[in-house]
């Protein structure tokens, strides 16, 4: 524990994420000062089961009431069963499950107990990385960028450079690597884009029975709703200015826009709806990057991938062209926070979240 402590000293810090897509928790280790990206270590991953997926969208949405105790259990389980498998790490970055979020009304909310799972473990954990943030006015996420920022140093960026998540909800980081600190004004723009992959999700789990459009096969097979795809660009999330954020749900009613589509067509209508907003979303950024390096489970679709390519003004890439891993950049991030939050370094500033001054959110518990 004194290592954590030590300034400046390289921390191997195990992150864990469990996303809006309900698919399973994340972990990998990293090696880091929580300044620099020094190594990357073992990654493991545990699936939830269908059963865990369908306690876990009942809580959806909830800020309180009996669900969220069976879900909060299942998110225990699940990330005991999978951190417990690692060895030789100093310190867990440990994000829960986020069931609601709604910044500028009731706050946020991730399931689990960051001290509860430091017992378990035996090692101290971080937790609670969000609250600090809202509570100072800022939107809560994305938290990310900050990671993005040493990533973007680590791959040795020689200009603007912009990574993005598609995960249950899209968000982007626009990155200037000349910068020599996160904090810095103009080192960063993030924000959400609007739905990722959570419709199509959420789609297909209702109509076929399946968790998720495998390779994009079924939208491959459809036709895109112009007329769908219109409404939903006309809401009003796309005409504010960033930092913005999006709870998974916000934007429910896409379901509604193509309800009488056959599967195909409403497939490749909610997937259109993500690359659409990727486009809006490339409108803010101050620079034009050189290029985009897409993270989480998104870039496995090809059918979004070449939406994507098509309707951006730059090169569009999966993360793993510049040594990166798109399944595990969030777990590595939130093992890059923990160091900075155990150091007392911000893990937001304005161009992240809006929050009113750069803030180091998280709570640390110890074993």
């Known amino acids: 524990m004194d290592k954590v402590r030590e300034k400046g000293a390289v921390i191997t810090a195990l992150g864990a994420m469990s996303g809006t897509s309900l698919d399973g928790v994340d972990a990998a280790v990293l090696q880091t000062d929580g300044v620099v990206i020094h190594g990357f270590g073992p990654q493991d991953y545990r699936e939830y089961t269908c059963d865990e997926r369908k306690i876990l969208r009942a809580a959806l949405g909830a800020w309180h009431g009996p669900v969220l105790a069976p879900a909060t259990d299942v998110v225990m389980r699940a990330h005991e069963a999978l951190l417990s498998r690692f060895e030789d790490v100093d310190l867990v970055g440990f994000h829960g499950q986020t069931v609601a979020h709604a910044p500028r009304l009731q706050g946020t909310l991730q399931l689990?107990?960051?001290?509860a799972l430091a017992h378990a473990l035996g090692r101290p954990v971080v937790w609670d990385f969000r609250t600090?943030?809202?509570?100072l006015g800022?939107?809560?996420a994305p938290l990310a960028p900050f990671f993005h920022f040493a990533c973007a140093k680590w791959i040795e960026a020689d200009g603007p450079v912009a990574f993005l998540n598609?995960?249950?909800?899209?968000n982007l980081t626009w990155v200037d690597p000349a910068a020599a600190r996160p904090e810095e004004?103009?080192?960063l723009l993030a924000f959400d884009t609007g739905p990722a992959n959570a419709p199509v999700n959420d789609l297909v789990q209702?109509?076929?029975g399946v968790p998720f459009d495998e390779g994009g096969r079924i939208a491959a097979s459809g036709t895109v709703e112009t007329g769908a795809l219109e409404l939903f660009l006309a809401e009003p999330f796309f005409a504010r200015m960033p930092p913005k954020s999006l709870d998974r749900n916000d934007f429910a009613e896409m379901i509604g826009l193509v309800s009488e589509l056959s599967d195909a067509d409403a497939a490749a209508?909610?997937?259109a709806m993500c690359a659409a907003g990727v486009?809006?979303?490339?409108?803010?950024?101050?620079?034009?990057?050189?290029?985009?390096?897409?993270t989480g489970g998104g870039r496995h679709n090809p059918v979004l991938m070449k939406m994507l390519e098509v309707s951006l003004d730059c090169p569009v890439r999966p993360v793993e062209d510049v040594g990166l891993d798109g399944d595990m950049l969030e777990a590595q991030a939130f093992a890059y926070l923990a160091v900075r939050v155990a150091r007392g370094l911000p893990t937001s500033c304005p161009g992240t979240t809006g929050v009113r001054a750069a803030v180091g959110g998280g709570t640390v518990s110890y074993p």
């Open 138 to 140: 800022g939107e809560g």
């Open 166 to 170: 598609l995960g249950g909800v899209g």
């Open 269 to 271: 209508t909610l997937t």
């Open 112 to 115: 689990g107990d960051g001290a």
């Open 185 to 187: 004004e103009g080192a």
């Open 206 to 208: 209702a109509r076929l």
């Open 132 to 135: 600090a943030d809202v509570e």
């Open 279 to 294: 486009a809006e979303a490339m409108q803010h950024c101050p620079r034009m990057p050189s290029r985009v390096l897409v």
